[in-house]
């Protein structure tokens, strides 16, 4: 464990490191030199006029945010001694069954452009890229021959794997305190209890004021709603990420809510970020790659078919391809447990100097991947912006979803937690689900890899994801699912099969997110 001091001065370093090379740096230097010419500044007291200058001018705050942005996405700094890959996951079985799951990835991704002869990347011919450039805002009516192609992987499969994950230093001992777990995931990891998330999510209490339940037509609104309103446009006005986060504890007014995601992501669209959107978008005009075909189709078996979000299919198109474009996106590669997989110049396989990333943002897509951008398209209509949301969002949280490793916010402590909340406080249920072949895991794996994208009605996701922002975790959604079992306990108890019991939760989209949560949370006999 590194001691509390050096772990500070290690945080200050990396983040006045990673500030340095970004565009505020150069705006503040900027600034500042341009402060130099006004009256107020003196020579006698030169840096503190331009710190005063800096504050009053609202750099200050936008320096503010920055840092905290920083510290949001950023680990805690490991020991110095510790090697690299301890950042990005420090359970070397963990590490190992990741590797080995993105080999699979890789041999299905490989096998597909065997069999069907078509090349990881190609240029476009100059009359097909003037085409995909003519219809850029109405590639939904495009219509590809996509029957061939099939999702690399879907969440099913997924769970196989972390079903099957074992921790190789319990493999021949006991491990008494783990075996009570009767649950499809087998490693022991700490999760937290009930008293624990209460801690955690006390602003969820009963107690205070949530939009998604005081906002209700049976709440006169000057009890909560219109207070909270006003509060929500002050901490706007005041611009202050750290405030916005605090705030949307409680749930965002709808019409504040795209503004204040937004600045807890630091997000603020500049021309260089609407520059380097066009950028992409010329990288997609130029070249077709293989997982082109394979976001089209996600597209269309999801998105497409959903009653919210085929409105949105172009944007879906838009914001996909040029995410799998973008090379910033390699950076959070850091810390995570995945790697990004490497092709090879045609004829130099296995030569270092002629590798490069596959696709470019090292991000393959899975069945359900659009579902991740869809409930955006209700937040954001300017595409550079939209895309910069959802970067953000997958860079902080959604890659967590997809991927193996032992983070609190992972999918496998997210399904570890929901096993043991379930078992914990609904035993009976719990033992019942299994004995008949319904392990509950079966059926809320798919909810939580898509954060509840695509089941719940649009107005309650953004209502949860508001509190994924406010908590910056994931762990919110391993409560709502184990919470909607305890809502539906009663009919899943009369199942006798699987089926059954799939089809008692076959539709959430009629659930309020927020009573769940709190009755789950607060109203639980601990």
Not at 162 to 168: A, F, Q
Not at 216 to 228: K, T
Not at 293 to 319: C, H, M, P, R
Request: proline share 6%; net charge negative; charged share 20%.
């Amino acid at each position: 464990m590194l001691e509390p001091d050096r772990g500070l001065s290690l945080t200050i370093a990396r983040v006045v490191q990673r500030l340095q090379g970004s565009s505020l740096h150069s705006q503040l230097e900027r600034q500042a030199r341009v402060s130099l010419h006004k009256p107020e500044i003196k020579l006698e007291s030169l840096k503190e006029d331009i710190k005063d200058f800096l504050k009053t001018s609202g750099w200050e705050k936008k320096l503010q945010n920055a840092v905290y942005s920083e510290l949001n996405v950023f680990p805690s700094p490991c020991h110095p001694a510790a090697p690299p890959e301890h950042i990005k996951e420090p359970l070397a079985y963990m590490r190992k069954a990741q590797g080995s799951w993105e080999k699979r990835i890789l041999k299905s991704l490989n096998s597909m452009c065997t069999e069907l002869n078509i090349p990881l990347a190609q240029k476009r011919p100059a009359n097909e890229q003037k085409e995909l450039l003519n219809k850029w805002n109405e590639m939904g009516t495009d219509e590809p021959d996509l029957s061939l192609f099939r999702p690399v992987y879907a969440p099913k499969d997924f769970l196989e794997v972390l079903m099957n994950l074992r921790n190789p230093n319990y493999e021949n001992g006991e491990q008494p305190s783990f075996r009570n777990h009767l649950g499809l995931i087998q490693v022991p990891l700490k999760v937290k209890d009930i008293p624990e998330l209460k801690e955690d999510f006390n602003e969820l209490g009963l107690n205070i004021g949530q939009l998604g339940i005081d906002d209700s037509a049976q709440v006169p609104p000057e009890f909560f709603e219109n207070e909270h309103v006003r509060v929500g446009q002050k901490v706007l006005a005041e611009q202050d990420s750290a405030a916005a986060q605090q705030y949307v504890r409680q749930g965002c007014p709808t019409a504040l809510r795209a503004d204040l995601w937004a600045l807890i992501l630091n997000i603020s669209n500049q021309p260089e970020d609407i520059l380097y959107y066009e950028q992409l978008k010329s990288n997609v005009i130029q070249h077709d790659l293989l997982v082109d075909s394979l976001i089209y189709k996600d597209v269309k078996l999801t998105a497409s078919n959903d009653d919210y979000y085929f409105v949105f299919e172009d944007y879906l198109y838009q914001v996909l391809l040029c995410f799998s474009r973008d090379t910033s996106v390699l950076e959070h590669f850091t810390y995570s447990s995945a790697t990004p997989p490497k092709s090879y110049i045609q004829g130099k396989l296995g030569m270092e100097e002629y590798a490069v990333f596959y696709p470019p943002n090292g991000v393959i897509p899975f069945h359900g991947f659009s579902m991740y951008v869809a409930p955006l398209c209700f937040l954001y209509h300017e595409p550079s912006k939209l895309y910069q949301i959802f970067r953000e969002m997958y860079v902080r949280f959604f890659f967590r979803l997809h991927s193996i490793s032992s983070h609190p916010s992972g999918i496998v402590s997210l399904c570890l937690l929901f096993e043991t909340l379930l078992q914990t406080h609904l035993p009976q249920l719990f033992y019942h689900l299994r004995e008949i072949g319904a392990q509950p895991l079966r059926i809320s794996f798919k909810w939580m890899v898509r954060a509840f994208s695509g089941y719940l009605a649009t107005d309650q996701l953004l209502l949860l994801w508001d509190r994924i922002l406010g908590y910056n975790s994931l762990e919110i959604l391993a409560v709502l699912a184990a919470a909607v079992f305890a809502f539906r306990a009663v009919n899943l108890m009369e199942v006798t099969s699987l089926a059954a019991a799939e089809a008692v939760l076959a539709d959430l989209s009629t659930l309020k997110v927020m009573p769940l949560l709190q009755i789950f949370l607060f109203a639980t006999v601990t």
